[in-house]
């Protein structure tokens, strides 16, 4: 029969599932939307390409991709129990370079709206359309 116990280097708090640590640090609402992240390739630790089963330590590099930000963590601590907002946040750190990229977009973001965001009308209604038909196209006239 063989020993089913782990060796003393792997205790229960030192190692931790990629998917367990995104969502107990509060990067995604479930376990599930983590692991489809990270099929789909938008999280990556230490650089490399992972799996929802990869195991974290305490001074990895997590970078994942929420919407159209680019997020580089560093890990400060383990945990697969989801806390409270401040517990989640002391688990990592966001690297200095991370912050800067995430401030210029929102910068960027203030000062450049997106075009189709000012549109406060949809589609044109029946009634908009009619008039839009009955509108007279051409301005230059032959009368002239």
């Given at each position: ?16 599932r ?6 107990a ?11 489809d ?8 630790v230490?650089g490399q390409a ?15 991709r929420?919407?159209e ?23 990592y ?8 990229q ?6 960027q ?12 009308q949809?589609?044109p ?9 009955d ?10």
């Open positions: 029969m063989q020993n089913d116990k782990k060796p003393p280097d792997s205790a229960p708090g030192d190692r931790v990629l998917d367990k640590w995104l969502w640090a509060r990067f995604f609402k479930t376990r599930g939307l983590a692991g992240e990270i099929g789909k390739g938008r999280v990556d230490n992972a799996k929802a089963s990869k195991e974290l330590r305490v001074g990895d590099l997590v970078s994942l929420q919407g930000v680019l997020r580089t963590v560093e890990i400060r601590a383990l945990g697969v129990q989801r806390g409270p907002a401040p517990v989640a946040q002391a688990m750190e966001e690297t200095a370079d991370s912050l800067a995430r401030q210029k977009i929102a910068a973001r203030r000062l450049n709206p997106e075009p189709a965001l000012s549109i406060e949809g589609r209604t029946k009634r908009d359309r009619r008039q839009l038909a509108w007279n196209r051409w301005s230059a006239t032959a009368d002239e």
